[in-house]
T-cell receptor
Framework: QKEVEQDPGPLSVPEGAIVSLNCTYS??????FMWYRQYSRKGPELLMY????GNKEDGRFTAQVDKSSKYISLFIRDSQPSDSATYLC??????????FGAGTTVTVRA | SAVISQKPSRDICQRGTSLTIQCQVD?????MFWYRQQPGQSLTLIAT?????????ESGFVIDKFPISRPNLTFSTLTVSNMSPEDSSIYLC???????????FGPGTRLTVT
C-alpha cells in the first residue's frame, strides 16, 4: 500500500465549475498537509498548506483535512483555464521529508 | 522564494552511460533535495544533500547509482550512472523554504534512456 494515494485522473471540467481533488494517506504521523501545483514542464509550486485537521481558504481555493479519516481535499471554485495543471498532494511529519501523491491532472475547458 | 535552475533541461542518453544534472540556487540554502518523477507515479525523494556532509539516500536509492555532490550552499549535482531505460524520468532538485513543509523546486531535467 502506498503511503499517499491520489487518483491521477485526468479530470476535465468546464470553466466556472468546482474542481474537487482528494488524497488519502496511511501514516498517522503526518501533521502538515500541502497542495502543490505543477504546470507542464515546470517544477511543483506550493499552493496551500494546512496544519493538522481543519479547513483553510485562500481566494478560490479551499483545503480540508480530516485526520480521523486520513483524507484531505482541495476545492477550486470558479475554475479558470489558467488552473489547468497537475495538482500534487504532499504530507510531512514535521520534518523536511515530503511524501507526495501521484498528482491529478486537471483541464479547465474554456 | 528561491529561484532554481537545472541543467540540462532534457537529454537523450544511451544505456550504460552516465549523466550529471546540475542544480543552481540564487541564494544560500542548507538543505537541497533530489527527486525522481516518473509518469503516473509519485514524486519520489532520492536523497537529501547538505553542504559539507555526505548525502542521505532514501530506501531503494544507492550512492553508486546516484552519486551526489554538494560543494557549496548554492549548487549541487546528481549523477545517474550506468543508465538503463528504467531510469527514464524527470529529475527535480528542490531546496528548503522558510517553513519545514515548503520546498522550492527547479524546472526539472527530462531524461530519456534508449
Amino acid at each position: 500500500q502506498k503511503e499517499v494515494e491520489q487518483d491521477p485522473g485526468p479530470l476535465s471540467v468546464p470553466e466556472g465549475a468546482i474542481v474537487s481533488l482528494n488524497c488519502t494517506y496511511s501514516n498517522s504521523a503526518f501533521q502538515y498537509f500541502m497542495w502543490y501545483r505543477q504546470y507542464s514542464r515546470k517544477g511543483p509550486e506550493l499552493l496551500m498548506y494546512t496544519y493538522s485537521s481543519g479547513n483553510k481558504e485562500d481566494g478560490r481555493f479551499t483545503a480540508q483535512v480530516d485526520k480521523s479519516s486520513k483524507y484531505i481535499s482541495l476545492f477550486i471554485r470558479d475554475s479558470q483555464p489558467s488552473d489547468s495543471a497537475t495538482y500534487l498532494c504532499a504530507m510531512s511529519a514535521d520534518d523536511y521529508k515530503l511524501s507526495f501523491g501521484a498528482g491529478t491532472t486537471v483541464t479547465v475547458r474554456a | 522564494s528561491a529561484v532554481i535552475s537545472q541543467k540540462p533541461s532534457r537529454d537523450i542518453c544511451q544505456r550504460g552511460t552516465s549523466l550529471t544534472i546540475q542544480c543552481q540556487v540564487d541564494s544560500q540554502v542548507t538543505m537541497m533535495f533530489w527527486y525522481r518523477q516518473q509518469p503516473g507515479q509519485s514524486l519520489t525523494l532520492i536523497a537529501t544533500a547538505n553542504q559539507g556532509s555526505e548525502a542521505t539516500y532514501e530506501s531503494g536509492f544507492v550512492i553508486d547509482k546516484f552519486p551526489i555532490s554538494r560543494p557549496n550552499l548554492t549548487f549541487s549535482t546528481l549523477t545517474v550512472s550506468n543508465m538503463s531505460p528504467e531510469d527514464s524520468s524527470i529529475y527535480l532538485c528542490s531546496v528548503e523554504g522558510t517553513r519545514s513543509y515548503e520546498q522550492y523546486f527547479g524546472p526539472g531535467t527530462r531524461l530519456t534512456v534508449t
